[in-house]
């Protein structure tokens, strides 16, 4: 990206391949174990850690430190923490990963933002105007997921919205708040490198 948004390649290619590494572990020790609920999360999550090297290495596409950091421990809650260590089990731990995803997508909105737009651009741009792009592409990627989840349900009778409505507004509540955190503190920090 420009207009230094981006991140150092070295500490996106290491968080990278160390969670490949771990991933790549867990899915030999669960196939051995024949564990095939766990087995085939482990695999995804050695895919999900390949996405920012490929990004990397084909589209020369970086993303900020934020948003690594965002996406790795969005990763570790939901795949590790949450379905291999059945932490979904608690009531809370959906509501605290669409915080955190919430999290994760205002920090994609920013790196959307700085590939996007050019250094000139982003400096003539209002406080209020960035605020309001970072919390608004929040809120719609997490009205997009719960329309997923509804049309799953739907269509192919899983049960991701559990809940009903209460699940769809708790979960729409805290991808905002996420999203309102980082969209708060960027157009802060934006007004105060001006």
Known sequence: MNGGFEMKRGIQTFLS????????????????????????????????ALVPLILDKFFKIRFTLGFITSYFTFLIGSLCLGSMLRFYNLGWWDTLLHFLSGTLVAF???DLMGKLTTRQSRSEMSAGFI???????????????EIWEFNMDQFFGTRTQGGGNFDTMTDLIADSIGALIIAFGFARRTRRNK
């Open 131 to 145: 605020f309001l792009f970072v919390l608004s592409f929040g809120v719609f990627c997490g009205a997009i997921w």
């Open 17 to 48: 391949i160390v969670f490949a590494i771990v991933m790549l572990v867990l899915f030999v020790i669960f196939f051995t174990k024949d564990d095939s609920y766990r087995y085939p999360i482990a695999l995804g999550g050695f895919v999900c």
């Open 108 to 110: 994609l909105a920013i």
